[in-house]
């Protein structure tokens, strides 16, 4: 059962601080990373809660289908994923509410997650082939909840005042936030961003590296509810980052 309250709260004119501004790259390791150098993470699940989900996996699989402690076993890991969900929601709705509080604008990367975390079948000619990493890689986006900070930030933002904008994508964990050189080799490893062009050597953390280039993305942004369409490049190299403006 929900229930629905008009709290009487209208969204404000003006941020209190309209001069500010973030930039938010979520990661895999870390949640969400700000161009301010701020990362915001945090565990679900406890290491006793990942054992017993795993022996109740294990049991379930074994189990009867229609048995008593087969409906007994599904209660128990809905327990578990149960309290998961609620930390990650707790974790969004908190992380959402001190970024937009802080900032007049908010900017993502336009992903599309549910593309993302698809599953992967392999194909008729290499049927399963990476299937294991790319199952590894969906069950860290989704449980990083990519698509429910971005919800958190646009609740938020609607008490605060804040635009919350999505920028291409294209090249931010590869372009040196200070010269603009984009090679893939500007990745030492995940979490060590060194730009390789001769004139700068520009070292940084790598996720905080892509906030600083999602926020400067923002002169080609689009409504976060907007939608930049099917026909858009991933390729695409955003025509105003050389202005190095940040914007208000």
Known sequence: MSFLVDDGAKTPERHAMPDTAVGIDRGVNIAATTSEGHFHDRAFITGGEAVRYRRLQQRLARGKRGSANRRKTITALNRITTRVSDRRGDFCAFTANRITARNALVVL????????????????????????QKRGLN???????WHRLE??????????GTRVVKVNPAYTS????????????????????????????????????AAINIKRA??????????????????????????????A
Request: glycine fraction near 8%; charged fraction near 20%.
């Open 109 to 132: 990367e336009d992903l599309r997650i549910k593309n993302m975390s698809a599953s992967a079948s392999g194909t008729l000619e290499a049927p399963g082939v990476r299937v294991v």
């Open 174 to 209: 590869q372009r040196c936030s200070v010269c603009g050189f984009v090679t893939e080799d500007n990745r030492d490893s995940q979490a060590v961003f060194r730009c390789k062009a001769a004139n700068c050597g520009h070292t940084a953390h790598a996720d905080v590296n």
């Open 218 to 247: 923002a002169g080609h942004a689009v409504s976060a509810c907007g939608d930049l369409g099917n026909s858009r490049s991933v390729k695409q190299e955003p025509a105003s980052w050389a202005t190095g403006r940040t914007p």
């Open 139 to 145: 069950r860290a986006i989704l449980d990083k909840g």
């Open 151 to 160: 919800l958190a930030l646009a609740s938020a933002a609607r008490y605060t």
